[in-house]
């Protein structure tokens, strides 16, 4: 892909195809400027949606799973089927569900690309519980709960200066995969209509295939490099339990 990218259409005096920079400097030039418009525009959407679905991880996902672990451990089991279940579930059966609704939420919120949010919150449920899951796992957080009420601390001060430093290694890996998850995201934006980074770049391509490969091993190195940091982390976490 990287050679491919770096092709500029000519070939020396043996037929050798030459390589060089040249598409990648033109991503810049002004005068493409339009040409190029709707994959920024596509990839300001899709960071919009990271924004709000790890927003929503971490708002709503993260303390649920908190309070069943502290107040309702029967209900562990359900939490965990509910979370998985859209994993089970074909993108395309999905999207033939998500229509109906999405009338009705362009109704009330317009029909603007962050409202794919609500989509893609389900989607990454599966991703982005797992993680915590194991971390919660590994930490007891009902005596940590009790030592802090112990000591004095209110609920508020509970969860965020003793659960969740506890929870650090987990919370991040969920935030690192939401965002691989978004980025890659394609059969719901398509279906929905909606402008984001994938869609955009199978537009491109029909028009500019180098470009469209030049962000195509963009995305490829960024999701490498968020995978090596959920490793570290979690490498790290391991070496700290380890005596």
């Not at 990287?2 to 002004?30: A, C, E, M, N, W």
């Amino acid at each position: 892909m990287v050679q491919f990218s770096l092709r500029i259409g000519q070939t020396d005096s043996h037929g050798v195809q030459k390589l060089g920079f040249q598409h990648y400097l033109d991503i810049v030039q002004p005068a493409n400027e339009a040409d190029y418009d709707q994959l920024f525009q596509g990839l300001g959407n899709s960071l919009v949606i990271c924004a709000l679905t790890v927003a929503m991880v971490l708002l709503l996902l993260l303390p649920t799973m908190i309070l069943v672990e502290l107040r309702f451990p029967s209900l562990r089991r359900v939490l965990e089927f509910v979370c998985i279940v859209p994993i089970t579930i074909p993108s395309i059966v999905l999207v033939v569900g998500f229509v109906p609704v999405y009338s009705v939420v362009a109704q009330l919120f317009g029909s603007s690309p962050w409202t794919l949010a609500f989509a893609i919150g389900i989607i990454v449920l599966p991703y982005a519980y797992r993680p915590i899951a194991t971390n919660l796992a590994s930490v007891d957080v009902v005596i940590l709960s009790e030592a802090g009420r112990s000591l004095g601390a209110g609920w508020g001060s509970v969860l965020t200066r003793v659960i969740v430093p506890n929870l650090r290694r987990g919370i991040l890996s969920s935030v690192f995969i939401t965002i691989a998850v978004v980025l890659g995201e394609f059969t719901i934006a398509s279906f929905l209509s909606q402008n984001t980074f994938q869609t955009a770049l199978i537009l491109l391509q029909q028009t500019d295939p180098y470009v469209a490969v030049i962000f195509a091993v963009v995305a490829l190195v960024f999701a490498f490099i968020l995978l090596v940091v959920i490793g570290r982390i979690g490498s790290v976490g391991r070496s700290r339990r380890t005596p």
